[in-house]
């Protein structure tokens, strides 16, 4: 820089001489400790160093910090909250080999007969024994063709019991997964000659933890499965809890075996009786558009020459429907549950609002920022002036928008603990025992990604305009000359502005969520629900046949009708209000009531 010495003399000087003269006792103020940091901390390799001073900065302001913490913990802690259930429910594949390889299948309507339906899939998915094995016969371009069925099991190892859910599976089951025992043996296509001959059984891994204290010595031993004794085969691999979301059988038994274990069915060779859900594994190089191609005429030649004349009586227009109907193929990788459609939308959209006050929070946090870089523009000046490039101190202001997103993460991380904890209590014990209420890996992965992109996000545009600020404007602003940018302050006013309508859209949104709450508890249902008590026995499980089971069912409702206070008792297949599903078709005989199909 020039400057002029007297009327007829110039000499130049350094720009340091020229700010030091400039600054005078303002740059005293900060002393010369901060221009020697603002060299040094640029210097390449004092990672530590430049963490203690970006520290030192945000506690200088504790209250902007303590704020801007607060409000990504609540944004972030709820955005994690919900990712946990999102991957667990819609995302995470089974813990299989080359899951995308799996396929399932679903016998559509229209049909008629006997379903039951459970927690892997609507009435509209599950097909008859028969059509499975014909199906497994013929086809061609699986590699395996599996089926299975949950069931609600009694355990009895020496004297203790256990009840839950078991898995009826076919000889295929394990060999289509590609699944390797934690110890002995899982169960093959030997184990499924036949039907009731094949007393045997694979313990979940889960349950072989809990009930025998990983004894590898059970192999061999007897186990009461529903009353039978089964013989115990192997344990199934760790991370392995069934195909179905939301049930962790305790066992897996031969699919041939549901007549010994459920006494009175008789669902093997009726094709009207549909309870079996069926998945299979593509062949190499086989894509699901050819494997559907090459599937749907075995399985229209089964409707049409097989099934078709089974339904005398029908209508010509249910016939036809019948007759044109085809299978229907989908991805598998995330194994067979009605919990992904079910829990579909009501994820998203939580996923949806949690966004929003996330954004919110990063509005605000990038308005304070802005606020605390109007205070610090004689530092940043002073710094560019002693050399520091403008990319260093952006570096230096993204990495204090970092660290405070990342401060507010590790908070966040109780928010997340909290609310999973208050879901736990919340879901209906199948769902409490299937899904992990906890910070996994997982989560913690996606709260420090969100950390990182949200520090970014809200420390991005207060960085780059503090990097703005030459020192002369600076001098002036801290004397009271200048008010400021004025690109700083519409940023300002519009982050206001996009707080305000999110706030109000959320609002919205919260107060018709109410309202339709408020609607659905004064529903009428049709039932006087107040007052009433539910229960369930299972004596088929203790054993029991279909005679002795219906005198159990009379004796306790006999029994618990007399109870002082009971003003009446009656009994259902289905339980009340319980989501699950039978049907059944009805015919008359001679004018009176016949027997289901």
């Not at 004349?309 to 598998?332: C, E, H, I, N």
């Not at 993204?398 to 660290?403: A, G, K, N, Q, Y």
Request: proline content about 6%.
């Amino acid at each position: 820089m020039r400057l002029w010495d007297g009327e007829s003399h110039k000499r130049t000087l350094p720009i340091q001489s020229v700010t030091r003269k400039m600054v005078g006792r303002k740059l005293a103020r900060y002393g010369t400790a901060l221009a020697r940091s603002g060299l040094r901390r640029f210097a390449p390799g004092p990672w530590m160093r430049h963490l203690t001073l970006t520290f030192r900065t945000l506690f200088k302001t504790p209250f902007v910090t303590g704020i801007a913490v607060v409000s990504l913990a609540l944004g972030i802690g709820a955005n994690a909250a919900i990712f946990s259930l999102f991957d667990q429910i819609l995302l995470r594949k089974l813990p299989v080999p080359d899951p995308d390889r799996l396929v399932n299948l679903a016998d559509p309507f229209p049909k008629s007969g006997s379903m039951l339906c459970g927690q892997a899939g609507s009435c509209d998915v599950v097909f008859s024994y028969p059509t499975f094995r014909d199906l497994e016969r013929t086809q061609t371009v699986f590699s395996g063709l599996a089926a299975h069925l949950a069931f609600g099991v009694s355990l009895s190892y020496r004297d203790q019991s256990t009840t839950g859910e078991g898995m009826y599976v076919s000889g295929s089951y394990f060999p289509t997964l590609g699944l390797r025992p934690a110890l002995g043996r899982l169960l093959g296509p030997a184990d499924d000659q036949g039907t009731g001959t094949n007393y045997v059984a694979v313990l979940g891994y889960g349950y072989w933890q809990s009930q025998f204290g990983s004894d590898p010595g059970v192999l061999g031993r007897p186990l009461r499965v529903n009353g039978q004794a089964m013989t115990i085969v192997g344990v199934a691999p760790r991370a392995f809890q069934g195909t179905t979301l939301g049930i962790d059988p305790l066992v897996f038994v031969p699919i041939s075996m549901r007549g010994v274990l459920s006494p009175g069915f008789r669902g093997f060779e009726n094709r009207r009786d549909y309870w079996t859900y069926v998945f299979g594994r593509l062949k190499p190089g086989v894509s699901l558009a050819q494997a559907s191609a090459g599937l749907d005429p075995l399985y229209r030649s089964i409707m049409t020459d097989v099934e078709a004349p089974l339904y005398k009586g029908m209508s010509d227009q249910f016939m036809a429907k019948f007759r044109m109907k085809r299978v229907v193929l989908t991805p598998g990788s995330r194994g067979q549950s009605s919990m992904h459609r079910d829990a579909q939308t009501p994820l998203l959209m939580l996923f949806s609002v949690t966004g929003i006050v996330l954004l919110i929070a990063c509005a605000n946090i990038a308005n304070l920022l802005l606020a605390r870089g109007a205070g610090r523009a004689m530092e940043m000046g002073v710094r560019l002036a002693l050399g520091a490039s403008r990319r260093q101190v952006m570096i230096q202001l993204l990495t204090e928008s970092v660290l405070l997103a990342f401060l507010g993460a590790l908070a966040g991380l109780l928010v997340t603990t909290w609310t999973l904890t208050s879901i736990a209590a919340l879901a209906p014990p199948e769902v409490r025992d299937t899904l992990r209420f906890g910070l996994e890996p997982a989560v913690l992965v996606f709260a420090a990604v969100l950390a990182l992109a949200t520090g970014i996000v809200f420390g991005m545009f207060p960085a780059w305009h503090s990097t703005r600020t030459e020192l002369v404007t600076a001098i002036r602003a801290n004397a009271g000359q200048i008010s400021g940018a004025r690109s700083a302050a519409r940023f300002r006013a519009s982050l206001v502005t996009a707080q305000l309508a999110l706030a109000t859209t959320l609002l919205i949104a919260a107060g018709l969520f109410l309202k339709s709450l408020v609607n659905v508890t004064r529903v009428d249902l049709g039932v006087h629900v107040v007052d009433v008590v539910t229960f369930s026995i299972a004596p088929e499980r203790s054993g029991y046949d279909s005679a002795r089971a219906l005198l159990l069912y009379g004796r306790v409702e006999d029994e618990v009708g007399a109870i002082p206070g009971v003003s009446g008792v009656t009994r259902s297949m289905v339980p009340l209000l319980s989501g699950g599903e039978w049907r059944t078709d009805v015919q008359t005989i001679g004018g009176r009531p016949g027997s289901p199909w």
